[in-house]
């Protein structure tokens, strides 16, 4: 019965580059969310997936941002070339109905950019 | 982006004492809910409220969900070593078609034995 799987925990990418995030929700749940959270900081909501389909991306960055959610495999927070400012830790939560009090969150990616 | 007021930002107790952290917004939520986050991990739900005035316990753990919405508080009774780490408070609302939630600063509790 695991939770929340996200991978890698610990991810370290030179400017310019691109960073991948992966996050595997519990079984059954088919609503992704992503979070953002900055050093000394709270979480920050950053898109809301479906499988395949994107239904919130009001938090992400205009650019250089996007996530999926295909119909097999894990959801996907891609980062393309990576600023310092990206440098964050990064939470995959999913709950199976359309509610926030059904969250469950990862372990979180930590991404730091050099 | 909006943001909750979290107060106060860090507590030193001693093992044994009680906690109370609180939340304000000059907006209104749906649902308030406390998180506990662990150095390295996400953070765990501790309580979730859903209506206005509701006061709701978990073991140690009693919260309370403001008349107003706008508000709610965590208290944290016979503090223990273990209760260390980084309290948010979250608010749930609609926005832009989907149920969001908005974070607070949180609070780091640090429990001397």
């Known amino acids: 019965n695991a939770g929340v799987m996200q991978n890698p925990r610990h991810l370290v990418r030179r400017r310019g580059q691109e960073a991948r995030l992966r996050c595997s929700p519990m079984?059954?749940?088919?609503?992704v969310y992503w979070y953002r959270q900055l050093p000394e900081e709270g979480l920050k909501f950053m898109v809301y997936?479906?499988?395949?389909?994107?239904?919130?991306e009001s938090g992400m960055p205009k650019e250089r941002f996007s996530a999926e959610f295909p119909k097999e495999g894990p959801s996907i927070l891609r980062i393309q070339q990576v600023v310092r400012g990206d440098s964050a830790a990064y939470f995959c939560?999913?709950?199976?109905?359309?509610?926030?009090?059904?969250?469950?969150f990862g372990s979180g990616t930590r991404l730091t950019v050099v | 982006g909006q943001q909750l007021n979290q107060s106060p930002q860090s507590m030193f107790i001693q093992e044994g004492e009680d906690v109370s952290m609180n939340c304000t917004s000059s907006?209104?939520?749906?649902?308030w809910l406390w998180y506990k986050q662990d150095p390295g991990e996400g953070p765990v739900l501790l309580i979730a409220?859903?209506?206005?005035?509701e006061l709701t316990s978990n073991g140690r753990l009693t919260a309370q969900f403001g008349i107003t919405r706008k508000d709610s508080f965590l208290n944290i009774s016979a503090s223990i070593p273990s209760d260390v780490g980084i309290y948010f408070c979250?608010?749930?609302?609609?926005?832009?078609?989907?149920?969001?939630?908005?974070f607070g600063k949180g609070m780091k509790l640090t429990v001397n034995p």
């Open positions: 079984k059954g749940h088919s609503h």
């Open positions: 997936l479906q499988k395949e389909n994107i239904i919130d």
């Open positions: 409220l859903y209506k206005a005035g």
């Open positions: 907006s209104i939520f749906n649902t």
């Open positions: 979250a608010g749930s609302k609609t926005q832009g078609g989907s149920e969001k939630l908005v």
């Open positions: 939560a999913s709950s199976l109905l359309r509610d926030s009090y059904g969250y469950t």
